[in-house]
């Protein structure tokens, strides 16, 4: 507990004054015993939230104390000042240290409370409900994709590195491995097959899982949490949703993938959005493409969204590497495929203009209720 | 890696203004990190392009999408410095510096030349720009050489001083499990046996590709030094440079793999600058124990059209290969197919679909038009989980609750009011702080925690989330959950929120999901008010339970409201 700051600077100088002091000591001694009493005999919360108000309240006791110090010389108020402080805990202890008593018969009481399940007469109120924006997002966009005959297929969120990262072309001490910082599981209470256990880091690790299940042709969509070792801010989230889709079939292009992520966009973001695709990198898929977006914002023209480029990085795809298909038992000489996907936030924010990335998993209903 | 756009300007002679660099490099080639007027960055992370570590190999990078010429000429083995003094093998005229590699696998190619006549000072003006455009801060004439030929040729060295190595022999070795080590910071680390060092007779100098050692630095007093140019296993830098978390641009370019070809010419270059600086070549060691081919992949017309899902003629494939220093042998005309011989440089070149990947950049990804997917729809699966969630959403929305999504994990918050035993809970090894380190057994705890924070704005919260909880017993184990919270002045909120439940679940799935009240006790009963509780069934199996929160719980959280809550099993 520090001192109130203009006292330690109040440019007054006071004579010493033993009569002075002693009456601040015995008021302090006094609302102390007078107050700790109190508190003992209080009963209820409200009870306790009155004491409270007048001891700490804005014009309480033990707020107005201080301003009576700046009479004091600077030995007295050295005296004085741990005094008060002690007093002030002591005070803040007993209220809180009764209030729980106070709460633990109240508790008791509990027992006596009856419950009755269906009461007959149970008044519903009305109210509106909001559902989340990346559910609106994810929907409509999984109602976009169902057009083209993709259905959905759910993967584990905790996942081994063999599917996460071995089986997509992911080898361990590859470089690769960079792009995806990875939370582990601590194997000390889990009885796993050996192999390290991780938090995906993306919906890719379901690409093995649903070539080997479903075979060809296939078209399917994972949506879902991934997570990522990230320090959070308003930019960055450390539990993301994705939105990936697998497409495998006979002569299957990266003219299907411009195709596809035109459709998608102008879908979603509007008639008027370009798709542009350009050489990105990741290791499960060769030729790798980046999809941009003609920026929504200022349709290519550039501005301080798309850092004057005219154009927003939206999704990441790329045709199936051919090892990949192996791993998931579809021979790569006969077929082909696409991986496309795009980070559910990011497009959000875009979408709904959003500023902070931290609103999705706040809970704070002042944000969700304006969808 | 930071392109010097002086530098580049001097390794190729552009036809282009660098404006048009700028805009075509992440169409062709790579993303950009940050453009200034000294520098282009390239955004390398988890990149594969190893040959964009060195200005020699963005220059060519750079040439070919721009239609230019590179200035310089591949330099030949015949002419480096070394050569018709004793090599190639035979003439010994200069000495071999004594060099022991014990592991050829972990290090295939290790060379040290010793050169003497040095004096060390501060580098020209020009070099201390050239490195500080790239992102390197100059330190001395001697370490400025080794990361400006890092630089050029993609090559890290290493230039220990010759006076502080025993004998003037190195020898390269695997730690021992245990050993230390003071790296160059001052910093002592503890190895591993899987780390690889370079050592004297007597003591550790260096971490291989990692970090030199304190004690074999190159000082003010450094008149003669062993300069070391190596190539090193990826996957053992990588993992050294990982775990001691010591990062650098030299480690980086050995994880992303070196060749022959370049080393050598690193060696030369280096050599030759340190005559620069008056230095005079006394000994050379080069153990060479690397298997380095030629590759050779096939290409085909059919297979390059049909990935990409345009017509591009042979020629064209032709001439956007053999700009990028790809050399191309017809296989047979009628086959339309070709050996291609991959430049020493593309180590990400290895099979027919990263040759495709070069022509289809070559041409231009935005180039390729549209085209509507064809073939059959799969067979239908088996949806109705993700529909049953969609569904009981709306409908909860629909009865005026709020979806809310919220971590997999516990706060450290939670944990402590509930007094959760952690010992049950899915353990984050590497958590990102303490408000990641447990998953989540539960959904209801973390809207308790929102409906705290909502009280303070609301006089009632109506709240759901439909997620996985992650359990580790009996056996590991996630499960999707409709976890529902109603707080408000009522003081029972029970009730309504059992009856709101009832009707959002009827409709759905037709009687599947139609839940029962259940005899037993829910297991999760310590947290619930002592009456005020039920456990849910569906088809005589418990799903869930509906509760009243004890409010003392409910007061630890800081609600001082009456909260029921809900959560079944989908």
Same mark, same amino acid.
């Given at each position: 507990?520090?001192?109130?700051?203009?006292?330690?600077?109040?440019?007054?100088?006071?004579?010493?004054?033993?009569?002075?002091?002693?009456?601040?000591?015995?008021?302090?001694?006094?609302?102390?015993?007078?107050?700790?009493?109190?508190?003992?005999?209080?009963?209820?919360?409200?009870?306790?939230?009155?004491?409270?108000?007048?001891?700490?309240?804005?014009?309480?006791?033990? %707020?107005?104390?201080?301003?009576?110090?700046?009479?004091?010389?600077?030995?007295?108020?050295?005296?004085?000042?741990?005094?008060?402080?002690?007093?002030?805990?002591?005070? *803040?202890?007993?209220?809180?240290?009764?209030?729980?008593?106070?709460?633990?018969?109240?508790?008791?009481?509990?027992?006596?409370?009856? =419950?009755?399940?269906?009461?007959?007469?149970?008044?519903?109120?009305?109210?509106?409900?909001?559902? @989340?924006?990346?559910?609106?997002?994810?929907?409509?966009?999984?109602?976009?994709?169902?057009?083209?005959?993709?259905?959905?297929?759910?993967?584990?969120?905790?996942?081994?590195?063999?599917?996460?990262?071995?089986?997509?072309?992911?080898?361990?001490?590859?470089?690769?491995?960079?792009?995806?910082?990875?939370?582990?599981?601590?194997?000390?209470?889990?009885?796993?097959?050996?192999?390290?256990?991780?938090?995906?880091?993306?919906?890719?690790?379901?690409?093995?899982?649903?070539?080997?299940?479903?075979?060809?042709?296939?078209?399917?969509?994972?949506?879902?949490?991934?997570?990522?070792?990230?320090?959070?801010?308003?930019?960055?989230?450390? %539990?993301?949703?994705?939105?990936?889709?697998?497409?495998?079939?006979?002569?299957?292009?990266?003219?299907?993938?411009?195709?596809?992520?035109?459709?998608?966009?102008?879908?979603?973001?509007?008639?008027?959005?370009?798709?542009?695709?350009?050489?990105?990198?990741?290791? =499960?898929? *060769?030729?790798?493409?980046?999809?941009?977006?003609?920026?929504?914002?200022?349709?290519?023209?550039?501005?301080?969204?798309?850092?004057?480029?005219?154009?927003?990085?939206?999704?990441?795809?790329?045709?199936? @590497?051919?090892?990949?298909?192996?791993?998931?038992?579809?021979?790569?000489?006969?077929?082909?495929?696409?991986?496309?996907?795009?980070?559910? *936030?990011?497009?959000?924010?875009?979408?709904?203009?959003?500023?902070?990335?931290?609103?999705?998993?706040?809970?704070?209903?002042?944000?969700?209720?304006?969808? | 890696?930071?392109?010097?756009?002086?530098?580049?300007?001097?390794?190729?002679?552009?036809?282009?203004?660098?404006?048009? $660099?700028?805009?075509?490099?992440?169409?062709?080639?790579?993303?950009?990190?940050?453009?200034?007027?000294?520098?282009?960055?390239?955004?390398?992370?988890?990149?594969?392009?190893?040959?964009?570590?060195?200005?020699?190999?963005?220059?060519?990078?750079?040439?070919?999408?721009?239609?230019?010429?590179?200035?310089?000429?591949?330099?030949?083995?015949?002419?480096?410095?070394?050569?018709?003094?004793?090599?190639?093998?035979?003439?010994?005229?200069?000495?071999? &510096?004594? $060099?022991?590699?014990?592991?050829?696998?972990?290090?295939?190619?290790?060379?040290?030349?010793?050169?003497?006549?040095?004096?060390?000072?501060?580098?020209?003006?020009?070099?201390?720009?050239?490195?500080?455009?790239?992102?390197?801060?100059?330190?001395?004439?001697?370490?400025?050489?080794?990361?400006?030929?890092?630089?050029?040729?993609?090559?890290?060295?290493?230039?220990?001083?010759?006076?502080?190595?025993?004998?003037?022999?190195?020898?390269?070795?695997?730690?021992?499990?245990?050993? &230390?080590?003071?790296?160059?910071?001052?910093?002592? +680390?503890?190895?591993?046996?899987?780390?690889?060092?370079? &050592?004297?007779?007597?003591?550790?100098?260096?971490?291989?590709?990692?970090?030199?050692?304190?004690?074999?630095?190159?000082?003010?007093?450094?008149?003669?030094?062993?300069?070391?140019?190596?190539?090193?296993?990826?996957?053992?830098?990588?993992?050294?440079?990982?775990?001691?978390?010591?990062?650098?641009?030299?480690? &980086?370019?050995?994880?992303?793999?070196?060749?022959?070809?370049?080393?050598?010419?690193?060696?030369?270059?280096?050599?030759?600058?340190?005559?620069?600086?008056?230095?005079?070549?006394?000994?050379?060691?080069?153990?060479?124990?690397?298997?380095?081919?030629?590759? +050779?992949?096939?290409?085909?017309?059919?297979?390059?059209?049909?990935?990409?899902?345009?017509?591009?003629?042979?020629?064209?494939?032709?001439?956007?290969?053999?700009?990028?220093?790809?050399?191309?042998?017809?296989?047979?005309?009628?086959?339309?197919?070709?050996?291609?011989?991959?430049?020493?440089?593309?180590?990400?070149?290895?099979?027919?679909?990263?040759?495709?990947?070069?022509?289809?950049?070559?041409?231009?990804?935005?180039?390729?038009?549209?085209?509507?997917?064809?073939?059959?729809?799969?067979?239908?699966?088996?949806?109705?989980?993700?529909?049953?969630?969609?569904?009981?959403?709306?409908?909860?929305?629909?009865?005026?609750?709020?979806?809310?999504?919220?971590?997999?994990?516990?706060?450290?918050?939670?944990?402590?009011?509930?007094?959760?035993?952690?010992?049950?809970?899915?353990?984050?090894?590497?958590?990102?702080?303490?408000?990641?380190?447990?998953?989540?057994?539960?959904?209801?705890?973390?809207?308790?925690?929102?409906?705290?924070?909502?009280?303070?704005?609301?006089?009632?919260?109506?709240?759901?989330?439909?997620?996985? $909880?992650?359990?580790?017993?009996?056996?590991?184990?996630?499960?999707?959950?409709?976890?529902?919270?109603?707080?408000?002045?009522?003081?029972?909120?029970?009730?309504?929120?059992?009856?709101?439940?009832?009707?959002?679940?009827?409709?759905?799935?037709?009687?599947?999901?139609?839940?029962?009240?259940?005899?037993?006790?829910?297991?999760?009963?310590?947290?619930?008010?002592?009456?005020?509780?039920?456990?849910?069934?569906?088809?005589?199996?418990?799903?869930?339970?509906?509760?009243?929160?004890?409010?003392?719980?409910?007061?630890?959280?800081?609600?001082?409201?009456?909260?029921?809550?809900?959560?079944?099993?989908?």
């Amino acid at each position: 507990m520090t001192m109130p700051k203009a006292l330690s600077e109040s440019p007054f100088v006071n004579p010493p004054s033993c009569a002075r002091i002693k009456s601040v000591e015995q008021k302090i001694s006094q609302i102390q015993k007078e107050y700790l009493e109190k508190i003992q005999q209080a009963k209820s919360l409200k009870g306790m939230d009155e004491i409270f108000l007048e001891l700490f309240g804005k014009k309480g006791e033990i %707020t107005s104390l201080p301003k009576e110090f700046p009479k004091l010389s600077e030995d007295e108020r050295r005296r004085v000042g741990p005094l008060f402080n002690s007093a002030k805990q002591d005070l *803040e202890k007993a209220i809180e240290g009764r209030r729980n008593e106070v709460r633990e018969q109240s508790y008791k009481k509990l027992e006596t409370e009856k =419950f009755v399940l269906q009461p007959e007469r149970l008044q519903a109120k009305k109210r509106q409900g909001h559902l @989340h924006p990346l559910t609106q997002l994810l929907q409509e966009t999984i109602e976009v994709f169902s057009k083209l005959g993709f259905q959905q297929f759910d993967a584990p969120h905790i996942d081994s590195e063999y599917y996460n990262f071995e089986v997509l072309n992911i080898p361990e001490g590859h470089p690769a491995r960079d792009l995806w910082d990875t939370l582990y599981l601590d194997p000390h209470n889990l009885r796993t097959q050996p192999g390290r256990m991780l938090l995906r880091s993306h919906t890719s690790n379901s690409q093995i899982r649903a070539m080997k299940e479903l075979g060809t042709p296939l078209r399917i969509m994972n949506i879902g949490r991934c997570f990522r070792y990230e320090a959070v801010d308003a930019r960055h989230e450390h %539990t993301l949703e994705q939105f990936e889709i697998i497409y495998v079939d006979k002569g299957v292009s990266m003219a299907n993938l411009q195709y596809l992520s035109e459709y998608f966009l102008k879908a979603i973001l509007g008639q008027d959005i370009k798709a542009r695709l350009r050489p990105k990198y990741y290791p =499960f898929v *060769e030729p790798g493409a980046g999809v941009d977006g003609l920026c929504l914002f200022c349709k290519g023209k550039g501005c301080k969204v798309c850092g004057f480029q005219g154009w927003l990085e939206l999704a990441g795809a790329g045709m199936i @590497h051919p090892t990949v298909l192996k791993n998931g038992g579809i021979d790569p000489n006969d077929y082909s495929g696409i991986a496309w996907g795009f980070g559910a *936030e990011r497009m959000a924010m875009l979408k709904y203009g959003i500023e902070d990335i931290r609103l999705f998993k706040s809970g704070d209903l002042r944000f969700l209720e304006k969808f | 890696m930071k392109v010097s756009i002086n530098w580049l300007k001097e390794l190729v002679d552009l036809k282009v203004p660098m404006e048009e $660099v700028i805009r075509l490099l992440p169409l062709r080639t790579i993303g950009t990190k940050e453009v200034t007027k000294n520098f282009i960055e390239l955004d390398m992370k988890g990149y594969n392009r190893a040959d964009l570590l060195s200005m020699r190999g963005v220059a060519y990078e750079i040439a070919a999408i721009t239609n230019s010429k590179v200035t310089f000429e591949e330099p030949k083995p015949e002419n480096f410095t070394w050569v018709g003094k004793d090599l190639p093998a035979g003439r010994q005229d200069l000495p071999e &510096t004594p $060099v022991k590699v014990e592991n050829t696998t972990l290090s295939p190619l290790y060379c040290i030349a010793k050169i003497n006549g040095l004096k060390v000072e501060t580098s020209s003006k020009e070099r201390v720009k050239k490195l500080a455009d790239s992102g390197i801060r100059a330190v001395n004439n001697i370490a400025d050489i080794t990361n400006l030929v890092m630089l050029e040729y993609g090559q890290p060295s290493h230039a220990f001083d010759a006076a502080a190595i025993r004998d003037e022999t190195l020898i390269v070795r695997t730690a021992k499990e245990g050993e &230390t080590f003071v790296t160059l910071d001052g910093k002592t +680390r503890k190895l591993l046996s899987s780390d690889l060092l370079i &050592t004297d007779p007597e003591k550790a100098v260096g971490l291989a590709g990692v970090m030199g050692g304190k004690n074999s630095e190159v000082t003010e007093k450094t008149t003669e030094i062993l300069l070391e140019v190596a190539i090193f296993d990826p996957k053992t830098i990588r993992k050294t440079a990982t775990r001691l978390a010591l990062p650098s641009e030299a480690s &980086t370019r050995f994880q992303h793999g070196l060749s022959r070809i370049r080393a050598l010419q690193a060696l030369n270059a280096l050599i030759k600058m340190y005559q620069g600086l008056g230095g005079k070549l006394k000994s050379l060691s080069i153990v060479d124990n690397l298997e380095e081919k030629v590759k +050779r992949v096939t290409l085909t017309q059919n297979k390059t059209n049909s990935l990409i899902g345009i017509e591009i003629k042979p020629e064209e494939i032709e001439n956007y290969l053999k700009k990028l220093k790809f050399n191309l042998a017809l296989q047979g005309q009628a086959l339309r197919a070709w050996d291609v011989t991959v430049p020493y440089f593309r180590l990400d070149i290895n099979i027919e679909e990263d040759l495709i990947e070069e022509v289809a950049r070559m041409y231009g990804y935005e180039k390729i038009p549209a085209k509507p997917l064809q073939g059959e729809i799969p067979e239908k699966i088996n949806q109705s989980l993700f529909d049953l969630i969609y569904n009981l959403k709306t409908k909860l929305v629909e009865l005026g609750f709020t979806e809310v999504q919220t971590y997999s994990f516990y706060s450290s918050k939670t944990i402590n009011d509930l007094r959760l035993t952690i010992n049950d809970l899915i353990k984050i090894v590497n958590p990102i702080s303490s408000e990641t380190e447990y998953m989540r057994d539960m959904i209801w705890p973390n809207l308790l925690e929102k409906a705290a924070e909502n009280l303070k704005y609301f006089k009632e919260v109506v709240i759901f989330e439909i997620g996985k $909880v992650y359990q580790a017993k009996p056996k590991l184990n996630e499960e999707y959950r409709l976890s529902m919270l109603l707080a408000n002045d009522s003081g029972d909120p029970t009730p309504e929120l059992y009856r709101i439940a009832q009707e959002a679940l009827k409709h759905l799935q037709g009687e599947k999901m139609q839940l029962h009240l259940g005899g037993e006790k829910p297991r999760e009963n310590k947290y619930f008010h002592p009456t005020r509780f039920a456990a849910l069934e569906k088809d005589g199996e418990q799903v869930g339970w509906i509760a009243e929160i004890h409010p003392r719980i409910a007061n630890k959280f800081g609600i001082e409201k009456r909260v029921a809550v809900l959560e079944i099993k989908l």
